[in-house]
């Protein structure tokens, strides 16, 4: 598994030599591997949306360094643009990024400040569109006119169309309904596939992270709590709602099904995983 | 409370010669007064629609709307049905005008002519009925979404309305910030009386709730106890909408045979009734 990113010992202060100096993250260390799906989860103040930004450049560190395949990303500053390209970064509610005047021409942008033209533009352009489900007839129309939903797959073939070595979204599914998410979510999640390029999700979503990663790492208070594969983290349900974070509800059971004496595996964090290990005792004609 | 008779509304087109959009279609709903009522639905169901008619935000195309016996689609009413009805919309940022957070929370009062000492007296009660007391002179762009969102309904209760109407107000949130807001509210409700309305597509949030109102395609497809409509698990995913991991448990294994009950919502309920199940 070889590092794309590396984080090390970043710290960031806002606010140094004011009264209201904070740091929000302290002395971080941690790797992401090429190719990989990582969810970042941690609640408020927890330092996400500081890190993430840390990620490709839009923050300056503090102290420490983050390098891209290798390469401290600040070594030179004035090239620290090129970071972006090969960093994709969706905020949060990415659909009041938009600006242009019709959905083709938005999500060229990105790709048109790369230095992309002609054929090459359209294809990138065409390609992310269809990566996120938009239809070819909505290319022409102004991003205005869209639904909300359809507004963010926008802003999200935005970034995808400079065809980014990382990719990070921040809270992606946020403000849709169950059906807007698990759609934007199984897009996300074959993009990762086809693509096989690295995506960072960030979520306070338990159910969302833990049916989409190959790995989590779990900030509190400016550092991380926990980093291991969805089990090894669910299966510290206790240990995480201690710290203000949530479990899937269906851990909970499992925790709650534990305490009246089932024996049921502490890293159970899928409803289908549950069933399949309750009705797995029932036939073992199991009793307590 | 509040009396929705044949409620109709239709968004105007987004384009010329485009279609107007339907967003209700003849909703007669009859909100009791000191009642907790969760409104769900999908994106698009009309269910912001609805909240938004309940104060006047948004007048009805059809039908009407009657906030203590009072028409809202007379004007000569509108402070008086304001006052009665306070909102709390999904962006905690678009709420908040003051720089300081009791300043913020004054702001309706103030408005409404509420004499000085009043208000200290509102603002500082609005505070501890929310848990903020101690961020009083606080900025309130310091404050965390949860935070700011309590502020928010500070700022409502300042109003001393009989009813809140909540529209995503937790949307943004985070799981902490989420169970602050919905603490709060349902205190609100419990002690003092306050009718609560809250408009949301997170399921989990209807448990604790006297009743769920469930919209789709502008119209109420279902109404009840929420341990009457959970248990509708086919009909619900249909309409997009998703069961809470508790009942999604127990119908899959209802489904295999096993004799649980389709109403036990909460994690202990379910983990009770999953373990007599095993017994």
Redesign the interface.
Known sequence: MKPILEVENLTHTYGSGTP?ERSAIKDLSFTVNDGEFLGIIG???SGKSTLIQHLNGLLRPTSGRVLLEGKDIWAEPKKIRSVRFRVGLVFQYPEYQLFEETVYKDIAFGPANMGKTGSELDRCIREAARLVGLQDDMLDKSPF?L???QKRRVALAGVLAMEPQVLILDEPT???????RENLLANIRDYHRNKGGTVILVS?S??EIAQNVDRILVLKSAGILMDGTPKEVFARGEELLAA???V???T??AM??R????PIDPAVYT??E??RE??A??RGG??? | MIETRDLQYRYAP??ENGKETVALRGVSLSIEKGSFVVVLG???SGKSTLAKTFNAVLLPSGGSVWVRGMDTADESLLLAIRQKVGMVF?NPDNQIVANVVEEDVAFAPENLGVPPEEIRRRVDEALADVGMSEFVRHAPH?L???QKQRIAIAGVIAMEPECIVLD?AT???????RQEVLSTVHRLNREKGITVILIT?HM?EAEDADRVVVMDDGAVVMDGRPREIFPRVDELRSI???V???V??LY??QQ?G?DVPLDALT??E???A??A???
């Open positions: 209201f609640h408020t103040g006119e639904s909300g939903g946020a403000g849709l309904d169950p059906a807007g306070h338990m159910d203000g974070l949530d899937p509800q269906i909970r059971v709650a099904l305490q009246r004496g089932v409803v289908d549950l069933q309750v009705l005792l029932r199991a009793s307590c | 987004a384009e999908h994106n698009g999904q310091l965390s979404g949860g995503e949307a943004m949130l985070d799981p902490v910030g597509h989990n997009g909408l998703n809470p991991d508790t999604a448990l899959g294994l295999e096993m994690v202990e379910c983990a009770e999953v373990a199940a095993l017994r």
